[in-house]
């Protein structure tokens, strides 16, 4: 598109140390280099988008019914679109239908309807079809990345370029995926000089926007993939290639070429628990088998590192309510996550009270005042840390009020299992019954307001979830059918609070990320960026009868980052899937002479591939028959 608009490249910059790593391009025994393409998917979110406006000319107030995962920053947006004050605008936002980032930016129909009904003085709704989210959707990944590793006799990395090239459509809606994945260029290895050169350009196509590990696992791809490649062509084994280069635990925290600071970690273990998971030393077994079955099988292995940082700003309001509820008002919105499970542990926790007991508040602007939303995997994190915060406020308090109501000394006031206990007596009065007490008690101005508190916090340092992951596939030599019949992964995500949402967040991750590596493309005409791919007659989605069993194990190292320890656990699924599941393939048509499948990796694309390949040699088959 450049000889037609030369002025459509928006955003061209570097990363690293491009004079360092010239040299250690010039110093290397090999370079091995090459081009990958990662396509265009969208979110095909379970409800396509909708918005309800109704504006009320007796407040001259305007509400707005949106799904998002962020209404007070779409709050604010809108209103100034509008241009009308904030007070002026509530944005409801509850079950979302589907997200992963598709719907964290403001549509332009939440402000045409918000406009619509001022104009009209009545409410004014838009419903997507299924063929309009197809077009208009934010989209996801379409990253050029050229890339070319530097390595000595031994091994060892020396260097790293990358060129990436992303195409974010018509307009400017999100840098995140370019932004996100430049600073994780080297991965989770000690690559001692690294260049990047990171452009964005606008073309005449549907905007992207951060989806699921926003940016992370197109660059995990390409640099998962060219160690592969420099495994294969330099005669190194793939696994021993990348424990020579890893980021050892004795380095955290660790700056890496590009300048981000990983907090923590244990990179080779992660990798080393995987391929126990997986059973790694039987997979000449597994190959036999299969080909005595008439199958080709291959196992893929990828590391990877993703940073989650978000909205830095979050805030809480906690309120204990005399009737047995502790109210929890919180901005990061859920959209399928458990928070409304795994924030009221927290604070149940903290509290010493029954989970249960614990009302998690989100969604409505005239409620939450401040909150980062649901993106860059900062829920946890940024609202386990504040709530935490709030409650040991709100414990606080409670033990000035307590100590005021038993007329004793503040520091004879003890907090333990949801009761203020004054010490050495057998006087005590728990969380509930205090709210009562003080609602009729003369209380001094700092301590009005009964037992509840606000309490915000700001946090700017990113952390860096890693894991392993491996993946298992069969293929039939005769049809190219392609199936998954294993995959197992390892994910270091600091503190779990919920094992069983974090488990689920894993699997989801991984099917989300398989899904584009084996079915998922959003197919443009090459020459007008006409889209091909308007309904489910010509975009493929995986179903669960399609997935294998995922064995997945958690890894807690905690972030010195934060209180709670937390990294993140909800993209860490996504990340290596893309990349272990091509190593897969790529492993099963090694007899091919087959070095590269392109995604999605569809029954024809392994068809070309092997028709491709330099030398095709044909395996001796057995179909067992």
Same mark, same amino acid.
């Given at each position: 598109?450049?000889?037609?608009?030369p002025?459509?490249v928006c955003?061209e910059t570097?990363f690293?140390?491009r004079?360092?790593t010239?040299?250690a391009?010039?110093?290397?025994?090999?370079?091995?280099?090459?081009?990958?393409h990662?396509?265009?998917?969208t979110?095909?979110?379970l409800?396509p988008?909708a918005?309800?406006a109704?504006f009320?000319?007796?407040?001259?107030?305007?509400?707005?019914y949106?799904?998002?995962?962020?209404a007070v920053?779409?709050k604010?947006e809108?209103a100034?679109?509008l241009?009308? @004050?904030?007070k002026?605008? /509530?944005?409801l936002?509850?079950?979302?239908?589907?997200?992963?980032?598709t719907?964290?930016?403001v549509y332009?129909?939440?402000?045409?309807?918000?406009?619509a009904s001022r104009r009209l003085?009545? @409410?004014?709704k838009?419903t997507?079809t !299924?063929?309009?989210?197809?077009l208009?959707?934010?989209?996801?990944?379409?990253l050029?990345?050229?890339?070319?590793?530097a390595?000595?006799?031994?091994?060892k990395?020396?260097g790293l370029? $990358?060129?990436n090239l992303?195409n974010?459509?018509?307009?400017a809606?999100?840098?995140? %995926?370019?932004?996100k994945?430049?600073?994780?260029?080297p991965?989770?290895?000690?690559?001692p000089?690294v260049a990047?050169r990171a452009r964005a350009?606008f073309?005449?196509?549907?905007?992207t926007q951060?989806?699921?590990?926003?940016g992370r696992?197109?660059?995990?791809?390409?640099?998962e993939?060219?160690?592969?490649?420099?495994?294969d /062509?330099?005669?190194?084994d793939r696994?021993?290639?990348r424990?020579r280069?890893l980021?050892p $635990?004795?380095?955290?925290?660790y700056?890496n070429g590009?300048?981000?600071?990983?907090?923590?970690?244990?990179?080779?273990t992660n990798m080393?628990?995987?391929m126990?998971?997986?059973?790694w030393?039987e997979r000449q077994a !597994?190959r036999a088998?299969?080909k005595a079955?008439?199958?080709l099988y +291959?196992?893929?292995?990828a590391?990877?590192?993703?940073s989650?940082i978000?909205?830095?700003k979050e805030r809480t309001d906690?309120?204990?309510? %005399?009737?047995?509820?502790i109210?929890v008002?919180i901005?990061?919105?859920?959209?399928?996550?458990g928070?409304e499970?795994s924030?009221?542990?927290?604070a149940?926790?903290?509290l010493?009270?029954d989970v249960?007991?614990v009302k998690?508040i989100? +969604?409505?602007?005239d409620i #939450?005042a401040?909150?980062g939303?649901s993106?860059?995997? /900062?829920?946890? !994190?940024?609202a386990?840390?504040?709530?935490?915060m709030?409650?040991d406020?709100?414990?606080?308090?409670?033990?000035?009020?307590?100590?005021l109501?038993?007329?004793?000394p503040?520091e004879?006031m003890?907090?333990?299992?949801g009761?203020?206990?004054v010490a050495?007596?057998?006087?005590?009065?728990?969380?509930?019954?205090?709210a009562r007490v003080?609602?009729?008690?003369?209380?001094?101005d700092?301590l009005k307001?009964g037992?509840a508190?606000?309490?915000e916090?700001e946090m700017?340092?990113p952390v860096?979830?890693?894991?392993t992951?491996i993946?298992e596939v069969e293929?039939? %030599?005769d049809?190219?059918e392609?199936?998954?019949?294993?995959?197992s992964?390892?994910?270091?995500?600091? !503190?779990?609070?919920?094992p069983?949402?974090?488990?689920?967040?894993?699997h989801?991750?991984v099917?989300?990320?398989?899904g584009?590596?084996?079915y998922?493309?959003?197919a443009?005409? @090459?020459?007008t960026?006409q889209?091909l791919?308007?309904s489910?007659?010509?975009y493929g989605m995986?179903?669960a009868?399609?997935m @294998?069993?995922i064995?997945?194990?958690i890894?807690e190292v905690l972030?010195?980052?934060?209180?709670?320890? #937390?990294? $993140?656990?909800g993209?860490?699924g996504?990340?290596p899937?893309l990349?272990?599941? #091509?190593?897969?393939v790529v492993?099963?048509?090694?007899?091919y002479?087959?070095?590269h499948?392109?995604m999605?990796v569809?029954?024809f694309?392994?068809?070309r591939?092997i028709?491709?390949?330099?030398k095709?040699p044909q395996?001796?088959r057995?179909r067992?028959?």
């Amino acid at each position: 598109f450049r000889s037609e608009h030369p002025e459509n490249v928006c955003v061209e910059t570097w990363f690293g140390d491009r004079e360092a790593t010239e040299r250690a391009f010039a110093r290397a025994d090999h370079v091995v280099d090459y081009e990958f393409h990662i396509d265009r998917v969208t979110g095909v979110p379970l409800e396509p988008r909708a918005a309800l406006a109704s504006f009320d000319p007796a407040t001259g107030r305007t509400t707005l019914y949106a799904g998002s995962g962020g209404a007070v920053r779409q709050k604010a947006e809108i209103a100034h679109v509008l241009g009308i @004050p904030a007070k002026d605008m /509530r944005v409801l936002s509850f079950d979302v239908g589907g997200n992963f980032g598709t719907r964290n930016r403001v549509y332009v129909e939440f402000g045409l309807v918000a406009w619509a009904s001022r104009r009209l003085g009545r @409410p004014v709704k838009y419903t997507a079809t !299924r063929s309009e989210a197809f077009l208009s959707d934010y989209q996801g990944r379409d990253l050029v990345s050229k890339v070319s590793l530097a390595l000595d006799t031994s091994g060892k990395f020396l260097g790293l370029k $990358a060129d990436n090239l992303s195409n974010i459509g018509a307009r400017a809606v999100s840098f995140s %995926p370019l932004g996100k994945g430049a600073g994780l260029i080297p991965g989770s290895y000690d690559i001692p000089a690294v260049a990047h050169r990171a452009r964005a350009v606008f073309t005449h196509t549907t905007p992207t926007q951060a989806y699921r590990s926003s940016g992370r696992p197109e660059v995990n791809f390409a640099l998962e993939r060219i160690i592969d490649m420099a495994a294969d /062509r330099l005669g190194f084994d793939r696994i021993e290639l990348r424990r020579r280069n890893l980021v050892p $635990a004795r380095a955290f925290p660790y700056t890496n070429g590009v300048g981000a600071v990983y907090d923590s970690g244990a990179y080779e273990t992660n990798m080393d628990w995987s391929m126990r998971l997986a059973g790694w030393e039987e997979r000449q077994a !597994r190959r036999a088998d299969a080909k005595a079955r008439g199958k080709l099988y +291959g196992m893929g292995l990828a590391n990877y590192v993703e940073s989650s940082i978000g909205s830095p700003k979050e805030r809480t309001d906690i309120t204990v309510r %005399p009737e047995g509820v502790i109210d929890v008002v919180i901005g990061t919105q859920p959209s399928g996550q458990g928070h409304e499970t795994s924030f009221a542990q927290v604070a149940a926790d903290m509290l010493g009270v029954d989970v249960g007991q614990v009302k998690i508040i989100v +969604g409505d602007t005239d409620i #939450v005042a401040v909150g980062g939303g649901s993106h860059s995997g /900062r829920s946890m !994190r940024h609202a386990g840390t504040v709530i935490s915060m709030g409650a040991d406020d709100l414990v606080t308090k409670g033990r000035r009020i307590a100590a005021l109501y038993f007329k004793v000394p503040l520091e004879r006031m003890a907090f333990d299992a949801g009761r203020f206990i004054v010490a050495d007596t057998n006087h005590a009065i728990d969380l509930f019954e205090l709210a009562r007490v003080a609602s009729q008690m003369e209380l001094p101005d700092d301590l009005k307001g009964g037992l509840a508190i606000s309490r915000e916090n700001e946090m700017h340092d990113p952390v860096f979830p890693n894991g392993t992951a491996i993946c298992e596939v069969e293929i039939d %030599p005769d049809t190219c059918e392609m199936q998954v019949v294993g995959y197992s992964t390892v994910d270091d995500v600091g !503190r779990c609070i919920n094992p069983m949402i974090v488990h689920g967040q894993t699997h989801g991750g991984v099917v989300q990320g398989l899904g584009q590596a084996i079915y998922e493309l959003c197919a443009l005409e @090459p020459t007008t960026g006409q889209p091909l791919a308007g309904s489910f007659m010509d975009y493929g989605m995986p179903r669960a009868s399609d997935m @294998p069993p995922i064995r997945a194990e958690i890894a807690e190292v905690l972030s010195p980052t934060n209180p709670l320890g #937390v990294k $993140a656990g909800g993209e860490g699924g996504t990340t290596p899937a893309l990349s272990t599941l #091509v190593a897969a393939v790529v492993d099963a048509l090694t007899p091919y002479g087959v070095t590269h499948v392109d995604m999605p990796v569809t029954p024809f694309a392994v068809f070309r591939a092997i028709r491709s390949a330099q030398k095709a040699p044909q395996p001796q088959r057995n179909r067992g028959l």
